[in-house]
Protein backbone atom coordinates (compact mmCIF):
# COMPACT_ATOMS: atom_id res chain seq x y z
CA UNK A 1 0.00 0.00 0.00
CA UNK A 2 1.16 3.30 -1.08
CA UNK A 3 0.75 6.40 1.68
CA UNK A 4 0.60 9.82 0.19
CA UNK A 5 3.92 11.90 1.53
CA UNK A 6 1.40 14.62 2.21
CA UNK A 7 -0.64 12.59 4.74
CA UNK A 8 2.05 11.47 6.50
CA UNK A 9 3.17 14.87 6.62
CA UNK A 10 0.35 15.92 8.26
CA UNK A 11 -0.06 12.77 10.75
CA UNK A 12 3.39 13.71 11.46
CA UNK A 13 2.58 17.00 13.27
CA UNK A 14 -0.02 15.04 15.58
CA UNK A 15 0.30 14.76 19.25
CA UNK A 16 1.52 11.18 19.81
CA UNK A 17 3.03 9.06 23.02
CA UNK A 18 5.35 6.89 21.36
CA UNK A 19 8.43 6.16 22.79
CA UNK A 20 10.89 6.05 19.93
CA UNK A 21 14.17 3.86 20.23
CA UNK A 22 13.68 4.03 23.52
CA UNK A 23 14.19 0.91 26.35
CA UNK A 24 11.07 -0.90 26.77
CA UNK A 25 9.48 -1.68 30.24
CA UNK A 26 7.11 -3.61 29.60
CA UNK A 27 6.80 -6.39 32.13
CA UNK A 28 7.25 -10.37 31.52
CA UNK A 29 3.76 -10.74 30.77
CA UNK A 30 2.88 -8.35 27.89
CA UNK A 31 6.40 -9.45 26.66
CA UNK A 32 5.14 -10.08 23.10
CA UNK A 33 6.43 -8.21 19.83
CA UNK A 34 5.54 -7.78 16.05
CA UNK A 35 8.08 -7.97 13.05
CA UNK A 36 6.43 -5.81 9.98
CA UNK A 37 7.86 -5.30 6.59
CA UNK A 38 8.31 -2.88 4.52
CA UNK A 39 9.53 -2.28 1.32
CA UNK A 40 12.56 -0.19 0.23
CA UNK A 41 11.48 3.17 -0.74
CA UNK A 42 11.39 4.01 -4.89
CA UNK A 43 13.85 6.41 -6.15
CA UNK A 44 10.52 8.00 -7.91
CA UNK A 45 8.12 8.09 -4.82
CA UNK A 46 8.12 9.70 -1.51
CA UNK A 47 6.23 7.35 0.71
CA UNK A 48 6.78 4.52 2.40
CA UNK A 49 5.50 1.36 1.02
CA UNK A 50 4.05 -0.77 3.96
CA UNK A 51 3.72 -4.24 3.48
CA UNK A 52 -0.18 -5.69 3.39
CA UNK A 53 -0.09 -6.58 7.39
CA UNK A 54 1.88 -3.57 8.50
CA UNK A 55 -0.55 -1.14 6.34
CA UNK A 56 -3.60 -2.99 8.41
CA UNK A 57 -1.58 -2.91 11.99
CA UNK A 58 -0.54 1.17 10.58
CA UNK A 59 -4.12 1.67 10.00
CA UNK A 60 -5.55 -0.05 13.69
CA UNK A 61 -3.60 2.81 15.27
CA UNK A 62 -4.59 5.52 12.69
CA UNK A 63 -1.17 5.68 10.64
CA UNK A 64 1.60 6.08 13.66
CA UNK A 65 3.57 3.29 12.56
CA UNK A 66 3.96 5.26 9.42
CA UNK A 67 4.70 8.41 10.95
CA UNK A 68 7.33 6.41 13.48
CA UNK A 69 8.70 5.61 10.24
CA UNK A 70 8.84 8.81 8.75
CA UNK A 71 10.49 10.47 12.05
CA UNK A 72 12.91 8.63 12.06
CA UNK A 73 13.72 8.74 8.42
CA UNK A 74 11.53 7.02 5.89
CA UNK A 75 15.07 4.91 4.32
CA UNK A 76 15.09 1.61 5.63
CA UNK A 77 17.20 -0.50 3.65
CA UNK A 78 17.12 -4.02 2.87
CA UNK A 79 17.99 -6.28 5.84
CA UNK A 80 18.23 -2.85 8.17
CA UNK A 81 15.24 -2.49 11.22
CA UNK A 82 14.21 -0.34 13.68
CA UNK A 83 12.15 -0.77 16.90
CA UNK A 84 9.55 0.82 18.10
CA UNK A 85 8.39 0.60 21.60
CA UNK A 86 4.59 1.78 23.23
CA UNK A 87 2.68 1.63 19.76
CA UNK A 88 0.03 -0.71 20.21
CA UNK A 89 -1.64 -1.97 23.68
CA UNK A 90 -0.92 -5.65 22.54
CA UNK A 91 2.73 -5.05 21.31
CA UNK A 92 5.01 -3.38 23.31
CA UNK A 93 7.85 -3.85 20.81
CA UNK A 94 7.76 -3.84 16.95
CA UNK A 95 10.73 -4.01 14.97
CA UNK A 96 9.96 -2.98 11.19
CA UNK A 97 12.49 -4.83 8.44
CA UNK A 98 13.43 -3.68 5.39
CA UNK A 99 12.54 -6.58 2.75
CA UNK A 100 14.15 -4.11 -0.02
CA UNK A 101 12.71 -3.80 -3.56
CA UNK A 102 9.16 -5.10 -4.07
CA UNK A 103 9.23 -6.66 -7.71
CA UNK A 104 11.92 -8.82 -7.50
CA UNK A 105 11.42 -12.18 -8.43
CA UNK A 106 13.37 -15.03 -9.28
CA UNK A 107 17.16 -14.41 -10.29
CA UNK A 108 18.27 -15.70 -13.83
CA UNK A 109 21.77 -14.93 -12.39
CA UNK A 110 21.87 -15.73 -8.63
CA UNK A 111 19.54 -19.23 -9.49
CA UNK A 112 17.30 -17.75 -6.43
CA UNK A 113 14.22 -16.28 -5.90
CA UNK A 114 14.83 -12.64 -4.19
CA UNK A 115 11.47 -11.91 -2.91
CA UNK A 116 11.54 -15.15 -0.59
CA UNK A 117 15.54 -14.95 0.34
CA UNK A 118 14.79 -11.32 1.56
CA UNK A 119 11.66 -11.64 3.48
CA UNK A 120 13.67 -14.66 5.27
CA UNK A 121 16.42 -12.29 5.49
CA UNK A 122 14.02 -9.58 6.87
CA UNK A 123 12.12 -11.65 9.28
CA UNK A 124 15.17 -13.48 10.98
CA UNK A 125 16.91 -10.06 11.52
CA UNK A 126 13.26 -9.03 13.19
CA UNK A 127 12.72 -12.00 15.46
CA UNK A 128 16.43 -11.80 16.70
CA UNK A 129 16.09 -8.26 17.44
CA UNK A 130 12.93 -9.20 19.26
CA UNK A 131 14.81 -12.39 21.21
CA UNK A 132 17.89 -10.00 22.24
CA UNK A 133 15.23 -7.59 23.83
CA UNK A 134 13.75 -11.15 25.81
CA UNK A 135 10.38 -10.98 24.41
CA UNK A 136 9.40 -14.42 24.57
CA UNK A 137 6.42 -14.56 22.28
CA UNK A 138 6.55 -13.01 18.35
CA UNK A 139 3.69 -12.49 15.67
CA UNK A 140 5.37 -12.31 11.95
CA UNK A 141 4.28 -10.33 9.14
CA UNK A 142 4.11 -12.96 6.07
CA UNK A 143 5.03 -10.37 3.93
CA UNK A 144 3.05 -12.13 1.51
CA UNK A 145 4.67 -15.52 1.79
CA UNK A 146 3.93 -17.18 4.78
CA UNK A 147 5.65 -20.00 4.33
CA UNK A 148 9.84 -18.39 3.60
CA UNK A 149 8.61 -15.92 6.53
CA UNK A 150 8.37 -18.97 8.70
CA UNK A 151 11.64 -19.98 7.64
CA UNK A 152 13.16 -16.74 7.74
CA UNK A 153 11.66 -16.83 11.63
CA UNK A 154 12.53 -20.46 12.72
CA UNK A 155 16.50 -20.08 11.41
CA UNK A 156 16.74 -17.13 12.60
CA UNK A 157 15.80 -18.03 15.99
CA UNK A 158 17.70 -21.02 16.12
CA UNK A 159 20.65 -21.33 18.58
CA UNK A 160 22.95 -24.16 19.92
CA UNK A 161 23.04 -23.61 23.38
CA UNK A 162 22.68 -26.86 24.85
CA UNK A 163 25.51 -26.79 26.95
CA UNK A 164 24.86 -23.43 28.19
CA UNK A 165 24.37 -22.73 31.34
CA UNK A 166 22.59 -18.93 30.52
CA UNK A 167 20.50 -19.55 27.37
CA UNK A 168 18.71 -17.35 24.98
CA UNK A 169 15.06 -16.73 25.98
CA UNK A 170 12.88 -19.14 23.66
CA UNK A 171 10.63 -17.37 21.54
CA UNK A 172 7.41 -18.70 19.84
CA UNK A 173 6.03 -17.32 16.56
CA UNK A 174 2.75 -16.97 14.98
CA UNK A 175 1.78 -15.27 11.51
CA UNK A 176 0.00 -11.92 11.93
CA UNK A 177 -3.21 -11.00 10.65
CA UNK A 178 -5.00 -13.20 8.16
CA UNK A 179 -2.81 -15.60 6.17
CA UNK A 180 -2.25 -18.66 4.66
CA UNK A 181 -1.62 -20.98 7.70
CA UNK A 182 -0.43 -23.92 5.27
CA UNK A 183 1.91 -21.98 4.00
CA UNK A 184 2.73 -20.85 7.48
CA UNK A 185 3.39 -24.70 8.83
CA UNK A 186 4.80 -25.57 5.86
CA UNK A 187 7.45 -22.92 6.31
CA UNK A 188 8.12 -24.05 10.16
CA UNK A 189 8.30 -27.75 8.80
CA UNK A 190 11.10 -26.88 6.64
CA UNK A 191 12.44 -24.51 9.23
CA UNK A 192 12.65 -27.23 11.88
CA UNK A 193 14.23 -29.94 9.83
CA UNK A 194 17.30 -27.84 8.67
CA UNK A 195 17.61 -27.09 12.60
CA UNK A 196 17.47 -30.72 13.25
CA UNK A 197 20.43 -31.20 10.96
CA UNK A 198 22.21 -28.31 12.72
CA UNK A 199 22.15 -29.39 16.14
CA UNK A 200 23.06 -32.94 15.20
CA UNK A 201 25.78 -30.88 13.21
CA UNK A 202 26.79 -28.71 15.88
CA UNK A 203 26.53 -31.13 18.46
CA UNK A 204 30.08 -32.32 20.34
CA UNK A 205 31.07 -35.39 18.29
CA UNK A 206 31.57 -37.44 22.52
CA UNK A 207 27.00 -36.71 22.43
CA UNK A 208 26.37 -37.06 18.96
CA UNK A 209 28.31 -40.79 18.92
CA UNK A 210 26.83 -43.29 16.13
CA UNK A 211 24.33 -44.74 18.47
CA UNK A 212 23.61 -41.56 20.21
CA UNK A 213 22.69 -40.20 16.09
CA UNK A 214 20.73 -43.37 15.33
CA UNK A 215 18.92 -43.01 18.61
CA UNK A 216 17.92 -39.53 18.40
CA UNK A 217 16.62 -39.96 14.29
CA UNK A 218 14.85 -43.00 15.75
CA UNK A 219 12.95 -40.82 18.25
CA UNK A 220 12.58 -37.95 16.29
CA UNK A 221 10.51 -40.78 13.77
CA UNK A 222 8.43 -42.10 16.34
CA UNK A 223 5.65 -39.74 16.22
CA UNK A 224 5.07 -41.57 12.43
CA UNK A 225 6.08 -45.24 13.94
CA UNK A 226 2.82 -45.80 11.54
CA UNK A 227 4.92 -45.18 8.40
CA UNK A 228 7.85 -45.30 9.68
CA UNK A 229 10.36 -48.55 10.30
CA UNK A 230 14.27 -48.00 11.98
CA UNK A 231 16.60 -50.36 11.51
CA UNK A 232 20.02 -49.39 13.82
CA UNK A 233 22.10 -52.25 12.43
CA UNK A 234 25.21 -52.67 14.67
CA UNK A 235 28.55 -54.06 13.62
CA UNK A 236 27.79 -58.18 13.46
CA UNK A 237 25.65 -57.26 10.31
CA UNK A 238 27.72 -54.87 8.71
CA UNK A 239 30.51 -57.78 8.70
CA UNK A 240 28.05 -60.34 7.41
CA UNK A 241 26.97 -57.50 4.40
CA UNK A 242 30.64 -57.72 3.85
CA UNK A 243 31.41 -53.68 3.71
CA UNK A 244 34.81 -53.79 4.08
CA UNK A 245 35.71 -50.44 3.01
CA UNK A 246 32.95 -48.86 5.62
CA UNK A 247 34.48 -51.37 8.57
CA UNK A 248 38.01 -50.84 7.60
CA UNK A 249 37.52 -46.75 8.72
CA UNK A 250 35.40 -47.92 11.73
CA UNK A 251 37.82 -50.36 13.31
CA UNK A 252 40.13 -47.38 13.84
CA UNK A 253 37.91 -46.47 16.99
CA UNK A 254 36.91 -47.53 20.34
CA UNK A 255 32.76 -46.27 19.32
CA UNK A 256 30.75 -48.97 17.68
CA UNK A 257 29.73 -48.25 14.02
CA UNK A 258 26.11 -48.13 13.45
CA UNK A 259 24.33 -48.58 9.95
CA UNK A 260 21.10 -46.44 9.91
CA UNK A 261 18.70 -47.54 7.99
CA UNK A 262 15.06 -45.88 7.49
CA UNK A 263 12.12 -46.71 5.87
CA UNK A 264 9.95 -44.46 5.26
CA UNK A 265 6.20 -45.84 3.19
CA UNK A 266 4.52 -42.62 2.41
CA UNK A 267 3.47 -44.15 -1.03
CA UNK A 268 -0.15 -45.39 -1.16
CA UNK A 269 1.20 -47.55 -3.63
CA UNK A 270 3.50 -49.80 -1.13
CA UNK A 271 5.29 -50.96 -4.10
CA UNK A 272 6.52 -47.75 -5.80
CA UNK A 273 10.48 -47.99 -6.02
CA UNK A 274 11.91 -45.69 -3.14
CA UNK A 275 13.70 -42.45 -3.14
CA UNK A 276 16.95 -44.30 -1.51
CA UNK A 277 18.80 -41.17 0.41
CA UNK A 278 22.67 -42.09 1.55
CA UNK A 279 24.74 -39.93 4.19
CA UNK A 280 28.18 -39.80 5.20
CA UNK A 281 28.18 -40.21 8.56
CA UNK A 282 31.65 -39.73 9.71
CA UNK A 283 30.75 -38.29 13.23
CA UNK A 284 34.15 -37.23 14.10
CA UNK A 285 36.83 -36.97 11.24
CA UNK A 286 40.44 -36.85 12.75
CA UNK A 287 41.93 -37.73 9.26
CA UNK A 288 43.42 -41.11 11.09
CA UNK A 289 47.13 -42.25 10.66
CA UNK A 290 46.78 -39.28 7.72
CA UNK A 291 45.77 -37.15 10.90
CA UNK A 292 44.54 -33.43 9.73
CA UNK A 293 46.34 -30.87 11.54
CA UNK A 294 44.64 -29.81 14.99
CA UNK A 295 44.09 -26.40 14.24
CA UNK A 296 40.00 -25.97 13.19
CA UNK A 297 39.97 -30.18 14.03
CA UNK A 298 37.32 -29.45 16.16
CA UNK A 299 34.96 -28.61 12.97
CA UNK A 300 35.06 -32.03 11.74
CA UNK A 301 32.36 -33.03 14.72
CA UNK A 302 29.68 -31.78 11.86
CA UNK A 303 31.56 -34.39 9.31
CA UNK A 304 27.94 -36.08 9.20
CA UNK A 305 26.62 -33.51 7.94
CA UNK A 306 25.76 -35.61 5.05
CA UNK A 307 23.93 -38.38 7.31
CA UNK A 308 22.08 -35.34 9.11
CA UNK A 309 20.81 -33.82 6.02
CA UNK A 310 19.50 -36.37 4.80
CA UNK A 311 17.84 -37.87 7.60
CA UNK A 312 16.41 -34.84 8.92
CA UNK A 313 15.09 -34.59 4.98
CA UNK A 314 13.38 -37.86 5.70
CA UNK A 315 11.93 -36.72 9.07
CA UNK A 316 10.64 -33.46 7.66
CA UNK A 317 8.89 -35.43 4.72
CA UNK A 318 7.39 -37.64 7.05
CA UNK A 319 6.30 -34.87 9.16
CA UNK A 320 4.78 -33.20 6.25
CA UNK A 321 2.94 -36.85 4.90
CA UNK A 322 4.51 -36.66 1.38
CA UNK A 323 3.26 -39.43 -0.64
CA UNK A 324 6.40 -41.17 -1.67
CA UNK A 325 8.19 -43.92 -0.83
CA UNK A 326 12.05 -43.25 0.86
CA UNK A 327 15.17 -45.03 2.17
CA UNK A 328 17.40 -43.77 4.40
CA UNK A 329 20.67 -45.13 4.89
CA UNK A 330 23.64 -43.59 7.17
CA UNK A 331 27.27 -45.74 7.32
CA UNK A 332 28.10 -43.70 11.09
CA UNK A 333 31.42 -44.09 12.39
CA UNK A 334 34.50 -42.27 14.13
CA UNK A 335 37.66 -41.65 11.76
CA UNK A 336 40.61 -42.07 14.42
CA UNK A 337 43.91 -43.02 14.28
CA UNK A 338 45.03 -46.68 16.62
CA UNK A 339 46.54 -49.65 16.39
CA UNK A 340 44.03 -50.65 14.67
CA UNK A 341 43.55 -47.88 12.26
CA UNK A 342 44.00 -48.55 8.52
CA UNK A 343 47.25 -47.50 7.28
CA UNK A 344 48.13 -45.86 4.35
CA UNK A 345 48.85 -48.24 1.70
CA UNK A 346 46.44 -50.75 3.04
CA UNK A 347 44.04 -52.64 0.95
CA UNK A 348 40.10 -53.29 1.73
CA UNK A 349 37.21 -54.91 -0.26
CA UNK A 350 34.29 -53.41 -1.08
CA UNK A 351 30.75 -54.99 -0.58
CA UNK A 352 30.85 -54.90 -4.38
CA UNK A 353 34.54 -57.11 -4.58
CA UNK A 354 36.29 -54.28 -5.48
CA UNK A 355 39.30 -53.77 -4.19
CA UNK A 356 40.56 -50.47 -3.06
CA UNK A 357 43.95 -48.96 -1.80
CA UNK A 358 43.68 -46.52 0.91
CA UNK A 359 47.07 -44.56 0.44
CA UNK A 360 45.41 -41.38 2.95
CA UNK A 361 43.32 -42.26 5.66
CA UNK A 362 41.54 -39.04 4.94
CA UNK A 363 39.94 -39.52 2.35
CA UNK A 364 37.49 -42.12 4.53
CA UNK A 365 34.09 -40.71 3.26
CA UNK A 366 34.19 -42.71 0.14
CA UNK A 367 35.11 -45.38 1.79
CA UNK A 368 31.72 -45.54 3.91
CA UNK A 369 29.73 -44.38 1.11
CA UNK A 370 31.10 -46.84 -1.69
CA UNK A 371 29.40 -49.85 0.84
CA UNK A 372 26.44 -47.95 1.43
CA UNK A 373 25.64 -46.74 -2.47
CA UNK A 374 26.46 -50.75 -3.48
CA UNK A 375 23.56 -51.30 -0.80
CA UNK A 376 21.38 -48.98 -1.62
CA UNK A 377 20.81 -50.73 -5.09
CA UNK A 378 19.36 -53.88 -3.25
CA UNK A 379 16.35 -51.99 -3.03
CA UNK A 380 15.70 -51.28 -6.73
CA UNK A 381 15.62 -47.43 -6.06
CA UNK A 382 13.85 -44.56 -8.92
CA UNK A 383 16.89 -43.13 -7.87
CA UNK A 384 19.73 -42.59 -4.83
CA UNK A 385 21.10 -39.14 -3.94
CA UNK A 386 24.12 -39.45 -1.29
CA UNK A 387 25.21 -36.17 0.70
CA UNK A 388 28.38 -36.12 1.99
CA UNK A 389 31.26 -33.41 3.56
CA UNK A 390 33.75 -35.54 1.31
CA UNK A 391 36.48 -32.38 -0.02
CA UNK A 392 38.02 -29.51 0.85
CA UNK A 393 38.39 -29.09 -2.82
CA UNK A 394 34.64 -28.43 -3.46
CA UNK A 395 35.46 -25.74 -0.63
CA UNK A 396 37.83 -24.13 -2.90
CA UNK A 397 35.47 -24.73 -6.05
CA UNK A 398 32.36 -23.43 -4.81
CA UNK A 399 32.53 -21.72 -1.59
CA UNK A 400 29.88 -21.92 0.58
CA UNK A 401 27.66 -20.83 -2.33
CA UNK A 402 26.14 -23.66 -3.25
CA UNK A 403 26.65 -27.12 -3.07
CA UNK A 404 28.57 -29.19 -5.23
CA UNK A 405 26.56 -31.68 -7.58
CA UNK A 406 27.87 -34.65 -9.70
CA UNK A 407 25.44 -36.72 -11.29
CA UNK A 408 24.70 -39.20 -13.90
CA UNK A 409 21.67 -37.91 -14.68
CA UNK A 410 19.62 -34.96 -16.57
CA UNK A 411 16.71 -35.64 -14.77
CA UNK A 412 17.36 -35.41 -11.20
CA UNK A 413 19.86 -32.31 -11.76
CA UNK A 414 17.07 -30.23 -13.06
CA UNK A 415 14.77 -31.46 -10.34
CA UNK A 416 17.24 -30.37 -7.86
CA UNK A 417 18.23 -26.66 -9.41
CA UNK A 418 14.54 -26.54 -9.46
CA UNK A 419 14.14 -27.22 -5.56
CA UNK A 420 17.26 -25.44 -4.70
CA UNK A 421 16.24 -21.97 -6.55
CA UNK A 422 13.11 -21.91 -4.24
CA UNK A 423 14.81 -22.46 -0.72
CA UNK A 424 17.86 -20.58 -2.13
CA UNK A 425 20.14 -23.19 -0.66
CA UNK A 426 21.40 -23.42 -3.71
CA UNK A 427 23.42 -26.77 -5.95
CA UNK A 428 26.02 -25.78 -8.83
CA UNK A 429 26.36 -28.85 -11.55
CA UNK A 430 30.19 -30.64 -11.57
CA UNK A 431 31.86 -32.69 -13.94
CA UNK A 432 31.69 -36.82 -14.03
CA UNK A 433 34.74 -36.54 -16.47
CA UNK A 434 36.31 -40.16 -17.26
CA UNK A 435 39.07 -38.21 -17.33
CA UNK A 436 38.75 -38.46 -13.32
CA UNK A 437 38.42 -41.80 -13.40
CA UNK A 438 41.30 -42.49 -14.79
CA UNK A 439 42.86 -40.82 -11.72
CA UNK A 440 41.92 -43.07 -9.13
CA UNK A 441 41.97 -46.27 -11.75
CA UNK A 442 45.50 -46.13 -12.91
CA UNK A 443 47.37 -45.29 -9.73
CA UNK A 444 46.67 -48.78 -7.31
CA UNK A 445 48.19 -52.08 -6.45
CA UNK A 446 44.10 -52.58 -6.41
CA UNK A 447 41.06 -51.78 -8.23
CA UNK A 448 41.24 -48.55 -7.04
CA UNK A 449 42.49 -45.87 -5.19
CA UNK A 450 41.00 -43.91 -2.94
CA UNK A 451 42.92 -40.49 -3.94
CA UNK A 452 43.39 -39.26 -7.21
CA UNK A 453 47.29 -39.24 -8.63
CA UNK A 454 47.56 -35.65 -8.99
CA UNK A 455 46.30 -36.10 -5.32
CA UNK A 456 45.39 -32.14 -4.96
CA UNK A 457 43.85 -31.44 -8.61
CA UNK A 458 40.47 -31.60 -9.00
CA UNK A 459 40.12 -32.88 -6.01
CA UNK A 460 35.99 -32.53 -5.59
CA UNK A 461 35.90 -34.42 -9.06
CA UNK A 462 38.44 -37.55 -8.26
CA UNK A 463 36.14 -38.16 -5.04
CA UNK A 464 33.53 -38.34 -7.20
CA UNK A 465 34.59 -40.81 -9.98
CA UNK A 466 35.52 -42.69 -7.33
CA UNK A 467 31.68 -43.19 -5.74
CA UNK A 468 30.71 -43.40 -9.13
CA UNK A 469 32.83 -46.98 -9.49
CA UNK A 470 29.86 -48.15 -6.92
CA UNK A 471 26.75 -46.90 -8.37
CA UNK A 472 24.92 -48.87 -11.32
CA UNK A 473 21.41 -46.67 -11.17
CA UNK A 474 20.43 -44.49 -13.85
CA UNK A 475 19.46 -41.89 -11.59
CA UNK A 476 22.00 -41.00 -8.99
CA UNK A 477 23.34 -37.80 -7.57
CA UNK A 478 26.37 -37.02 -5.29
CA UNK A 479 26.25 -34.21 -3.58
CA UNK A 480 29.46 -32.44 -2.09
CA UNK A 481 28.34 -30.30 0.93
CA UNK A 482 32.16 -29.62 2.37
CA UNK A 483 31.32 -26.16 1.26
CA UNK A 484 27.97 -25.39 2.97
CA UNK A 485 28.58 -27.18 6.31
CA UNK A 486 29.73 -24.39 7.94
CA UNK A 487 28.27 -20.41 8.24
CA UNK A 488 30.41 -17.35 9.06
CA UNK A 489 28.02 -14.85 8.06
CA UNK A 490 27.38 -15.71 4.15
CA UNK A 491 23.84 -16.91 4.74
CA UNK A 492 22.10 -13.54 6.58
CA UNK A 493 19.46 -15.71 8.51
CA UNK A 494 21.96 -18.46 9.84
CA UNK A 495 23.79 -17.36 12.85
CA UNK A 496 27.60 -18.84 12.88
CA UNK A 497 27.70 -22.32 13.32
CA UNK A 498 26.95 -25.68 11.46
CA UNK A 499 24.04 -24.93 8.27
CA UNK A 500 22.09 -27.63 8.31
CA UNK A 501 22.51 -27.00 4.55
CA UNK A 502 20.81 -28.76 1.89
CA UNK A 503 18.17 -29.99 4.22
CA UNK A 504 15.13 -27.81 2.66
CA UNK A 505 16.77 -28.37 -0.20
CA UNK A 506 16.67 -31.92 -0.01
CA UNK A 507 13.12 -31.78 1.32
CA UNK A 508 11.79 -29.11 -1.71
CA UNK A 509 13.55 -32.05 -4.18
CA UNK A 510 11.47 -34.45 -2.17
CA UNK A 511 7.76 -32.83 -2.16
CA UNK A 512 8.02 -32.31 -5.90
CA UNK A 513 8.97 -35.74 -6.76
CA UNK A 514 6.25 -36.92 -4.70
CA UNK A 515 4.00 -34.69 -6.76
CA UNK A 516 5.21 -35.88 -10.12
CA UNK A 517 2.17 -38.34 -11.53
N1 LIG B 1 35.86 -34.47 6.04
C1 LIG B 1 36.85 -34.14 5.10
C2 LIG B 1 36.42 -33.08 4.10
C3 LIG B 1 36.08 -31.73 4.67
C4 LIG B 1 37.02 -30.71 4.67
C5 LIG B 1 34.82 -31.44 5.13
C6 LIG B 1 36.70 -29.46 5.16
C7 LIG B 1 34.51 -30.20 5.62
C8 LIG B 1 35.44 -29.21 5.62
C9 LIG B 1 37.24 -35.38 4.31
O1 LIG B 1 37.11 -36.58 4.98
C10 LIG B 1 38.68 -35.21 3.97
O2 LIG B 1 39.46 -35.16 4.86
N2 LIG B 1 38.97 -35.12 2.67
C11 LIG B 1 40.30 -34.93 2.21
C12 LIG B 1 40.51 -35.81 1.00
C13 LIG B 1 41.93 -35.87 0.54
C14 LIG B 1 42.79 -36.58 1.56
C15 LIG B 1 41.98 -36.60 -0.78
C16 LIG B 1 40.47 -33.46 1.84
O3 LIG B 1 39.51 -32.87 1.35
O4 LIG B 1 41.53 -32.92 2.07
ZN1 LIG C 1 35.73 -36.85 6.51
MG1 LIG D 1 38.76 -37.33 6.14
Known sequence: MLIP??????????????????????????????????????????????????????????????????????LLKKGKSRTFYGLHQDFPSVVVVGLGKSSTGVCGKENWDNCKESIRAAVSVGCRQLQDLEVAHVEVDPCGDGQSAAEGAVLGLFEYDEFKTKKKVRV???????????????????????????????????????????????????????????????????????????????????????????????????????????????????????????????AMRADMGGAATVCSALVTAAALKLPINIIGLAPLCENMPSGKANKPGDVVRAKNGKTIQVDNTDAEGRLILADALCYAHSFKPRAIINAATLTGAVDVALGSAAAGVFTNSDWLWERLQKASIVTGDRVWRMPLFQHYTKQITENALADLNNVGKYSRSGGACTAAAFLREFVTADHWAHLDIAGVMTNKDEIPYLRKGMSGRPTRTLVEFIAGLASEP
Not at 43 to 71: C, H, Q, V, Y
Not at 263 to 288: C, E, M, N, R
Request: proline residues 6%; hydrophobic residues 35%.
Open 5 to 74: FRRVLLTATRQHNCRLFSDSHATSSTRKGLVLGVYEKQPDNEGIRLTEAAAAFDSSISGKLSEMLTISGP
Open 172 to 298: TTQPYGSVDSAAWQKGVLYGDGQNLARRLMEAPANHITPTAFANTIEQKLSPFAHKVAVHKRPQCWIESEQMGAFLSVSKGSEEPPVFLELHYKGSLDSAQPPLVLVGKGITFDSGGISLKPSSGMD
